[in-house]
């Protein structure tokens, strides 16, 4: 999510729309009005940025006010995929994840947020899937072939 905001007329958009498009593609663009309340133009992708933090922000508010239970349980309750983590995975999960939240609110950077969120969700699929129960045959260095250069 953007936080560059640029300031342009209303005129300035009819004369050079295709200029304020550009900018707007990058950043929200606030246009002035002499005949009513300004307007912020942006593109799709930051309006879906911004109600996807405010929709977590629910989420985690929610969980967060709510005192009937450890943190990690309330949060698997939102976030089933969850259950898939062992207890003290479930516990660091649902810590980093507010940690995270919290950094993306204060930044208005989503993908701080979701980076951990995806992170956190697609281990818990391996787990569920039985990735990490097998034993790991790692190679040997020692009769690594090397490239030639």
């Given at each position: 999510?953007a936080?560059?905001?640029?300031?342009?007329?209303s005129s300035?958009?009819?004369?050079?729309s295709?200029?304020?498009?550009?900018?707007?593609e990058a950043?929200?663009v606030?246009?002035?009005?002499?005949?009513?309340?300004?307007l912020?133009?942006?593109?799709?992708r930051?309006?879906?940025?911004q109600?996807q933090?405010?929709?977590?922000?629910?989420?985690?508010?929610?969980?967060?006010?709510?005192?009937?239970?450890?943190?990690?349980?309330r949060?698997?309750?939102?976030?089933?995929?969850?259950y898939?983590?062992?207890?003290?995975?479930?516990?660091?999960?649902?810590?980093?994840?507010?940690?995270?939240?919290?950094?993306?609110?204060a930044?208005?950077q989503?993908h701080?947020?979701?980076?951990?969120?995806?992170?956190?969700?697609?281990t818990?699929?391996?787990?569920?899937?039985?990735?990490?129960?097998?034993p790991?045959?790692?190679?040997n260095?020692?009769?690594?072939v090397?490239r030639p250069?």
């Amino acid at each position: 999510m953007a936080t560059i905001v640029e300031t342009v007329q209303s005129s300035e958009l009819s004369r050079n729309s295709l200029s304020v498009f550009k900018s707007a593609e990058a950043h929200p663009v606030v246009v002035t009005r002499r005949d009513g309340e300004n307007l912020v133009l942006m593109s799709e992708r930051e309006a879906s940025s911004q109600t996807q933090l405010l929709e977590l922000a629910a989420q985690l508010i929610a969980v967060t006010t709510d005192t009937d239970g450890p943190l990690h349980d309330r949060m698997a309750e939102r976030f089933p995929w969850m259950y898939a983590l062992d207890p003290v995975a479930r516990a660091q999960c649902a810590q980093e994840l507010v940690d995270a939240a919290r950094a993306s609110f204060a930044t208005k950077q989503l993908h701080l947020v979701m980076q951990e969120l995806t992170a956190w969700r697609e281990t818990a699929t391996a787990i569920a899937a039985g990735l990490g129960s097998e034993p790991v045959d790692w190679v040997n260095l020692e009769f690594a072939v090397t490239r030639p250069e």
